[in-house]
T-cell receptor, first 110, second 115 residues
Framework: EDKVVQSPLSLVVHEGDTVTLNCSYEVTNFRSLLWYKQEKKAPTFLFMLTSSGIEKKSGRLSSILDKKELFSILNITATQTGDSAVYLCAVEAPGNQFYFGTGTSLTVIP | DAGVIQSPRHEVTEMGQEVTLRCKPISGHNSLFWYRQTMMRGLELLIYFNNNVPIDDSGMPEDRFSAKMPNASFSTLKIQPSEPRDSAVYFC?????????????FGQGTRLTVV
């Protein structure tokens, strides 16, 4: 059964901390892995990863994929209160099929 | 639990036809979301229900789109008449409580192609 599992389920940190969010998957015919930031109701696209070992960066956020061990991590350094959100991981399979994790809820305390 | 169930998984229709997408949320969840995913725009929220009541439909593109949630276990998204630009993957998600809390459960999506 194809599935995507995210951990931890929720996380509370203080401003300035660094956090690592995990996404593991078992999806037949993997095509890509996507990270979204969900604030309020509409997810915002963060990264798309297709190749192992190549880090993608955007400001304080970075992500990397390991296709051998079937997981990805999303790192956020020097967290700010504006980083508080649910972070979603999704894996794309052929035919525009997507498998979502249930998300990690991050709360950053001032 | 079978999770969020969407049907059909794939739909190919001709321009001008009516299309109905269906979603069964997880039992006990009281918030339901409809999203549209395209390569150009990523995931777009179309409409959000809480306790079967539409709370925010500002993302519904135009009058051709309508959504209903007649009861806690079923929702539909209808497009009438359909147009080629409606081709996308449509996702349904359900959560406990209002809005996105600690967990979001997505269906596998309906891939719509309008020719």
């Amino acid at each position: 059964e194809d599935k995507v599992v995210q951990s931890p389920l929720s996380l509370v940190v203080h401003e300035g901390d660094t956090v690592t969010l995990n996404c593991s998957y078992e999806v037949t015919n993997f095509r890509s892995l996507l990270w979204y930031k969900q604030e309020k109701k509409a997810p915002t696209f963060l990264f798309m990863l297709t190749s192992s070992g190549i880090e993608k960066k955007s400001g304080r956020l970075s992500s990397i994929l390991d296709k051998k061990e079937l997981f990805s991590i999303l790192n956020i350094t020097a967290t700010q209160t504006g980083d508080s959100a649910v972070y979603l991981c999704a894996v794309e399979a052929p035919g525009n099929q997507f498998y979502f994790g249930t998300g990690t809820s991050l709360t950053v305390i001032p | 639990d079978a999770g969020v169930i969407q049907s059909p998984r794939h739909e190919v229709t001709e321009m001008g036809q009516e299309v109905t997408l269906r979603c069964k949320p997880i039992s006990g969840h009281n918030s339901l979301f409809w999203y549209r995913q395209t390569m150009m725009r990523g995931l777009e929220l179309l409409i959000y229900f809480n306790n079967n009541v539409p709370i925010d439909d500002s993302g519904m593109p135009e009058d051709r789109f309508s959504a209903k949630m007649p009861n806690a276990s079923f929702s539909t998204l209808k497009i009438q008449p359909s147009e080629p630009r409606d081709s996308a993957v449509y996702f349904c998600a359900s959560t406990m409580g209002q809005g996105f809390g600690t967990e979001a459960f997505f269906g596998q999506g309906t891939r719509l192609t309008v020719v």
